[in-house]
């Protein structure tokens, strides 16, 4: 029931600025934490950013002073801003969304969708 639509992606040269955004429909309520992902080729999905309904935010020490997760639950929405891109940032993303950041690891709430691919390159 719960659809998240992840869009912005493209191909930046390093150095370089992103912003994705996570469009929410169906039945999303904003008390959810909600994430940030990435599974670049040959690796894992890993989580890189979580924002609470509050506002509060984590990062993966990879991208840590870089990027920058914030949310307008008016709009229904959550973005990724994406500074200083690295050929390692190369990836696709993905959002989901959890009751708790634990949760987001383990159990996210709804099924993965198809991402927005960014490609960091010269």
């Known amino acids: 029931q719960v659809q998240l639509v992840e869009s912005g992606g493209g191909l930046v040269q390093p150095g370089g600025s992103l912003r994705l955004s996570c469009a929410a429909s169906g039945n999303i309520i904003s008390a959810y934490v909600m994430g940030w992902y990435r599974q670049a080729v040959g690796k894992q999905r890993e989580l890189v950013a979580a924002?609470?309904?509050?506002?509060?935010?984590n990062y993966a020490d990879s991208v840590k002073g870089r990027f920058t997760i914030s949310r307008d639950n008016g709009k229904r929405t959550v973005y990724l801003h994406m500074n200083s891109l690295k050929f390692e940032d190369t990836a696709v993303y993905y959002c989901n969304a959890a009751w708790t950041h634990s949760t987001l690891l383990t159990n996210p709430l709804t099924s993965w969708g198809q991402g927005t691919q960014v490609t960091v390159s010269s």
């Open positions: 924002i609470t309904a509050g506002g509060i935010t």
